[in-house]
């Protein structure tokens, strides 16, 4: 059973394009995250999110915005890519039952061209 | 200054080596402290959350100094499978964020 799973694995896309990521967790976990790990594996948060909270990184720019349409799931979408946008995405989960643990998702691996 | 700073590395150590990782961090609020490992192109995993006093896990052991604000990582008797980046990562007391350092990456030579 994955306990996190992300869709696509892998995504190639032109500069300009919108695209979306999903993360679906079947933890029973209340807070779902997502990460960007850049080409120098740095691993830097981008949302947390629960029912009560979004927490935004203040460095993330607003063509990135996560939806979430039920507690199992957080999607991230982003608009008009750009190149630097190219990295590996995280989605993770966690709760406070957890010992607030994350686990996280394979990655999607994004590549702008 | 970053939230979390780790050395980079990497760290080449034989076989049956202790290897010892440390981490800084720059809040003194910070309520938890983790070390995930991460292999080559997967996620991060947990390999052990850091308490106050201290704790070990098999070959593994780590520390936390609140005082001077940094983690420590011990590795004993490195095996092969040891090979890979570990992070360290810190929550604060407020908000559901975790910062991860950049990753010690450690390869154990035969």
């Known amino acids: 059973d994955t306990a996190v799973s992300q869709t696509p694995k892998y995504l190639v896309t032109q500069m300009g394009n919108d695209k979306s990521i999903k993360c679906e967790q079947n933890?029973?976990?209340?807070?779902m995250y997502w990460y960007k790990q850049d080409s120098k594996k740095f691993l830097k948060i981008m949302f947390s999110?629960?029912?009560?909270?979004?927490?935004i990184n203040e460095t993330v720019p607003n063509r990135f915005s996560p939806k979430s349409p039920d507690k199992a799931h957080l999607n991230l979408h982003i608009n008009s890519l750009e190149l630097g946008d190219s990295a590996v995405y995280f989605c993770?989960?966690?709760?406070?039952?957890?010992?607030?643990?994350?686990?996280f998702g394979p990655g999607t691996r994004l590549l702008v061209l | 200054r970053k939230e979390v700073e780790q050395d980079p590395g990497p760290f080449n150590v034989p076989e049956g080596a202790t290897v010892a990782f440390n981490c800084t961090y720059s809040n003194s609020a910070s309520q938890s402290f983790f070390w995930y490992r991460q292999d080559c192109r997967k996620e991060p995993k947990l390999l052990m959350s850091v308490y106050s006093s201290g704790n070990e896990d098999g070959r593994f052991t780590a520390q936390l100094n609140r005082a001077s604000q940094y983690i420590s990582l011990l590795i004993r008797d490195s095996k092969l499978s040891d090979s890979a980046t570990y992070l360290c990562?810190?929550?604060?007391?407020?908000?559901?964020?975790?910062?991860f350092g950049t990753g010690t990456s450690l390869t154990v030579i035969p």
């Open positions: 993770a989960s966690s709760s406070v039952g957890s010992g607030e643990t994350q686990y």
């Open positions: 990562v810190v929550k604060w007391w407020t908000g559901n964020q975790f910062y």
């Open positions: 933890l029973g976990h209340d807070t």
């Open positions: 999110y629960n029912n009560k909270e979004l927490i």
